[in-house]
């Protein structure tokens, strides 16, 4: 259980670098790489929709994996926290110690953090965009 705590303050700190800047940038550049692929896929003639097409399906299935693996992570280490915590032979100081240990996870930003869901509400995201530009 300390080397979850470890685990969870090293977290901390490479959110603390990262997370603020890294992931938001990355999603921008690559959701607008899928919208821009799709809508060229669409429009554009064959030698070029082609291109197009390739480009948005590598840079969705970039972002889909790395959302999926973010989500997962938030996932185990909640079923681990609950099932530690759920463990008959715990005393009280360690009852409260693992109620302080919150699940390890990316997040971006403050307030929203990656969970498996969040693959479903990108591609969304994606489809929603490229209807919206192929209507213009």
Do not use: E
């Amino acid at each position: 259980m300390k080397s979850y705590r470890s685990l969870q303050t090293l977290h901390g700190i490479f959110a603390q670098c990262f997370c603020g800047w890294l992931i938001p940038l990355q999603m921008l550049i690559v959701n607008g790489i899928g919208i821009l692929g799709i809508y060229g896929a669409i429009k554009l003639y064959p030698p070029k929709s082609i291109g197009m097409g390739m480009g948005a399906y590598s840079a969705l299935v970039y972002l889909t994996v790395l959302l999926r693996k973010f989500g997962v992570t938030y996932d185990q280490s909640n079923d681990t926290l609950s099932s530690w915590l759920h463990f008959q032979g715990l005393n009280i100081v360690m009852r409260k110690f693992l109620r302080s240990c919150k699940p390890v996870g990316m997040h971006s930003g403050m307030f929203f953090k990656f969970r498996m869901s969040t693959v479903t509400v990108t591609w969304s995201f994606v489809i929603d965009f490229t209807i919206t530009l192929l209507l213009y």
